[in-house]
């Protein structure tokens, strides 16, 4: 079974269309895949989903959306 093939939407990085393994949050409230969306930073500050201006490029680990998606992951192996 391919990584994110049955997956919940929820776990699927809206960058990467791949399953996410270290989720965090950024500032607009979306939670992507920490290494796309450090890319994603590196070359601009905007929201990936909706283009807006982000005011910071902080982000916050999501640690519930991490537990999830092990447990997901758990049960499907």
Excluded: K
């Amino acid at each position: 079974m391919a990584a994110n093939q049955g997956a919940l939407p929820s776990f699927i990085c809206p960058i990467s269309m791949a399953l996410m393994t270290d989720p965090v949050t950024s500032c607009d409230g979306h939670t992507y895949q920490r290494s796309s969306i450090e890319t994603w930073l590196r070359h601009r500050l905007s929201s990936p989903l909706t283009g807006a201006l982000l005011p910071s490029d902080h982000l916050v680990p999501n640690l519930a959306l991490r537990s999830a998606i092990q447990e997901w992951q758990e049960r499907h192996a």
